[in-house]
């Protein structure tokens, strides 16, 4: 049976990943995975790209166009499909995540922390600060994953994006917490390609260059090359193949699908 991670490090370009991640890049170079740079579609927005990069759709498709459009994805989704299949699906993510595919509005209460089979994302761990540790995060993937065994596994932690936004993107601080992530992934990734997930690392836009008073809402991001991690036994077959940022959800699908060939 084939399972799949989704890692979006949100707000991560691709000239501070290549630049940064040196763990991943050594697994690349052993031939564990491979990075490409893609574009983030426009517009460069966190909430409408969530939505391309689960269901394959634009915002203009899609309806969900800005970061203040609160209401639930109309999408199929790699959630809704992966349920199509009988399988299980897991978040450990921004509560965006949640609004976008289980219920909106989210209350922390009623929402954080969800275990039900009738829900698009059935098993969650939904934070709902942006400073939020990246750690935590990563943990809270791990408890979903050994608990419930689930099929699609997708991990949103936000450090990169709030350090970018606070100080810029050429700042120590964006910087070292790409290095922090890279460390978190030295810890993981080994137990997931043991295990044999295929494992997908992308962001959903850039950081500019300018230091700023952090306002995730309201700041539009300028920067569209993003990084393209694939890591598992299906990525020799996918190296080669042109995968865009709207290819995500349907390359994914069809590896749920156990489509080793990959022919898309």
């Excluded at 910087?175 to 044999?196: G, K, M, Q």
């Excluded at 306002?215 to 990525?235: A, C």
Aim: proline share 5%; glycine share 6%; hydrophobic share 35%.
């Amino acid at each position: 049976m084939m399972k799949v991670i989704l890692i979006i490090l949100d707000g991560l370009n691709y000239q501070v990943a290549e630049k940064t991640m040196g763990y991943l890049l050594a697994q690349c170079k052993a031939q564990k995975g491979h990075l490409r740079a893609i574009e983030s579609v426009p517009p460069a927005l966190s909430r409408p790209l969530y939505e391309t990069i689960l269901t394959g759709k634009t915002a203009k498709e899609s309806g969900i166009i800005s970061n203040e459009t609160t209401q639930r994805s109309k999408e199929q989704s790699i959630f809704h499909y992966t349920k199509s299949l009988g399988k299980i699906g897991a978040a450990a993510a921004s509560h965006w995540f949640s609004e976008l595919y289980n219920h909106t509005p989210f209350e922390p209460i009623d929402w954080r922390f969800v275990a039900n089979p009738n829900l698009t994302i059935p098993y969650g761990i939904f934070y709902f600060d942006w400073h939020y540790p990246d750690s935590h995060t990563f943990s809270d993937a791990e408890y979903l994953r050994v608990n419930y065994n689930p099929d699609f596994l997708l991990i949103h932690p936000m450090g990169i994006d709030y350090s970018g936004n606070l100080y810029g993107g050429n700042s120590i601080e964006y910087h070292n917490s790409t290095r922090l992530i890279d460390e978190v992934f030295a810890h993981y990734l080994p137990i997931w390609l043991e295990e044999e997930y295929q494992i997908f690392i992308t962001s959903d836009h850039g950081i500019n260059n300018k230091n700023q008073r952090y306002s995730h809402t309201k700041e539009i991001e300028i920067q569209t090359k993003i990084p393209l991690f694939i890591f598992g036994s299906t990525h020799k077959q996918l190296q080669p193949k042109m995968i865009e940022q709207t290819d995500l959800c349907s390359t994914i699908c069809q590896l749920l699908e156990n489509n080793y060939d990959c022919n898309l």
